[in-house]
């Protein structure tokens, strides 16, 4: 290391002289330097303390700090290699560059970033992570801001939701002339009702007296998320559904598409809607409509295997049926103990009857029957009374119909069998299993998209899409790191330890140098998987981020 002074001239002939910490290496037969710190705004007294620690032989701020005689001191900085490394492959996905430059465009950079680091903020908790962290040096802000800026981003960011959208598709390789999305519907449950798009409506997370929003997302063939939009917690899966085939065809420009949905996502108007944007579709049928085709012989019960088999209908429709064993066991063990929770709810209520003379047939007649019910065997158990006795009847002839169809499911398309073969379109399907799994990801799962910290629509939708483009990053993370037996979690966690080392002067207290240290065995198997090599230094923050609201202001104090 050493100090170098470089005299540059400005504007009118006026000359400038800027003190730099500087290190020299060479490459090849090359000698070339780079700089570790601006020394410039340092008092002569701390230069000087500098200049004779330097005259030691030291080759890092360690055995600086140690010839220093006292004078300089090595402490530990903010976290830095977490962050640094996810900045990376944000950079590298074109999510950075999707945003913009602007300033708006950094704060919903930062919310992406943040969100990754620490699942499930508020916006005022991602102002506080900034503040202790190296975000601001590593992420070159010029502005502070607070949490007020990031609520106020989110009418920013809902305006060019599209727009980024369209630049993350045409930013990917080139894709295949014909394309095929995954689109499927969840539901997230919201604390208190003041969102803007809060309503009742049918819950998957089976929460009671809980308001909501329905999220539908839309990704490629290998479930790299595309598009996301929230919708009013009553709106209707099908509804949902004409709004992706405008936004595949008319924004994103597709042609060749393949829309892949379940059962209660693509229905006759949905079909008719894909067709006439010439799209094509893979769904399933209901069991109603399974048991259709069969009465009128368009499906044969024997074709029902674990092989895939394929059935052509009259209209040139494709029906691909299979029966899946694992499900068929299940499905037969479930009604196996329901019928024995049954018997022993009976023997129970029998017990009853015969210890209290007084009680009432009926009373446990009706509480058996609705119990059955609710489990829905009403059909081939039946219940009755015979001397003052409850009786389950099994009828096994019913038994054998309703389980007639254990595990068996049927994929219906209007692709051309030039197009794609039975075991193509069965497999097509079933991975809207990585539809679900995104799902897991961004409501229960690593980036927990509740709480929702917003109340307006346009935060709303802004707060899903940063967790969309969280959720990319991620995606990327996890396919590195797959060898290493490691989640994404784990992995960030190792790398937040990473931290930046600071060569303070003892006396003023000012930062004359910082540099990254060089990262454990695991941080270094994490960041070669990325194929990502650390920066020497980290550069000074030029601000300084903050919090409107004090925690202390608003925390309760501890009773005495």
């Known amino acids: ?68 005689q006292g004078s300089l001191r090595l402490r530990q900085g903010p976290s830095m290699g977490a962050l640094w490394t996810i900045d990376q492959v944000a950079q590298r996905l074109g999510i950075k560059k999707a945003l913009g430059v602007t300033w708006e465009a950094q704060l919903s950079y930062w919310q992406v970033l943040a969100r990754l680091l620490r699942p499930g903020p508020s916006l005022l908790a991602m102002v506080r992570l900034a503040a202790n962290s190296a975000a601001a040096a590593l992420l070159g802000w010029k502005r502070t801001f607070t949490e007020d800026d990031l609520y106020a981003n989110g009418a920013w960011l809902e305006g060019r939701h599209a727009l980024i959208e369209r630049r993350l598709w045409h930013a990917r390789p080139a894709p295949p002339k014909d394309q095929l999305f995954l689109y499927d519907v969840s539901s997230s449950y919201l604390e208190g009702d003041s969102n803007a798009l809060a309503a009742w409506g049918y819950n998957r997370d089976h929460k009671e007296g809980k308001k909501q929003v329905v999220i539908g997302l839309l990704t490629d063939s290998q479930g790299e998320p ?8 009553n709106t209707n899966d099908l509804k949902t559904f004409n709004q992706q085939v405008h936004k595949i065809k008319k924004e994103l420009g597709c042609t060749g598409v393949t829309l892949v949905g379940d059962r209660g996502m693509i229905r006759t108007d949905q079909k008719a809607a894909a067709q006439e944007a010439q799209f094509h579709f893979v769904t399933a049928l209901t069991k109603p409509q399974i048991q259709k085709l069969l009465a009128e012989r368009v499906l044969q019960l024997e074709l029902f295997e674990e092989k895939v088999h394929e059935v052509l209908g ?21 009604r196996q103990e329901k019928h024995q929770a049954l018997e022993a709810a009976l023997k129970k209520a029998n017990t009853y009857l015969d210890e209290h003379p007084r009680a009432k047939v009926a009373t446990q007649h009706r509480h058996l029957a609705a119990r059955l019910a609710s489990y829905k065997v009403q059909d081939w158990l039946k219940l009755s ?128 140098a910082r540099q990254v240290p060089e990262p454990s065995a695991r941080q270094q198997q994490l960041l070669q998987a990325l194929k990502l090599v650390l920066p020497a230094t980290v550069p000074e923050a030029q ?12 925390r309760k104090p501890l009773e005495k």
């Open 226 to 233: 595309v598009s996301i939009q929230v919708y009013r917690g």
């Open 385 to 512: 009374v015979s001397q003052q006795r409850l009786v389950l009847t099994l009828d096994a002839a019913a038994l054998q119909a309703a389980a007639q169809l254990d595990g068996c499911y049927v994929v219906e398309t209007d692709l051309t069998t030039a197009a794609a073969d039975a075991q193509t379109i069965h497999d097509r399907y079933k991975d809207l299993a990585l539809v679900e799994r995104d799902f897991r990801t961004l409501k229960t799962g690593h980036l927990e998209i509740r709480p929702w910290f917003v109340c307006t629509a346009d935060n709303t939708q802004a707060h899903a899409l940063t967790a969309m483009l969280a959720l990319k990053v991620r995606r990327h993370l996890e396919q590195a790191w797959r060898s290493l037996e490691v989640t994404v979690e784990e992995g960030l966690r190792q790398l937040e330890q990473l931290c930046v080392m600071e060569l303070v002067h003892s006396g003023s207290g000012k930062v004359v």
């Open 314 to 334: 009259e209209d040139g429709r494709r029906f691909v049926l299979r029966r899946n064993p694992v499900r068929q066991a299940e499905v037969q063990r479930a």
């Open 543 to 554: 601000v300084t981020v903050g919090t409107r609201k004090k925690i202390n202001h608003v």
């Open 1 to 68: 290391m050493f100090i170098a002074n470089v005299v540059s001239k400005g504007k009118h002939g006026k000359s400038y002289t800027s003190i730099l910490l500087r290190e020299s290496f060479r490459v090849g037969s090359s000698v070339k330097s780079k700089t570790l710190a601006v020394l410039t705004h340092l008092p002569p007294h701390v230069l000087e303390a500098v200049r004779r620690a330097l005259a030691q032989p030291a080759d890092s701020l360690a055995k600086l700090a140690d010839t220093s």
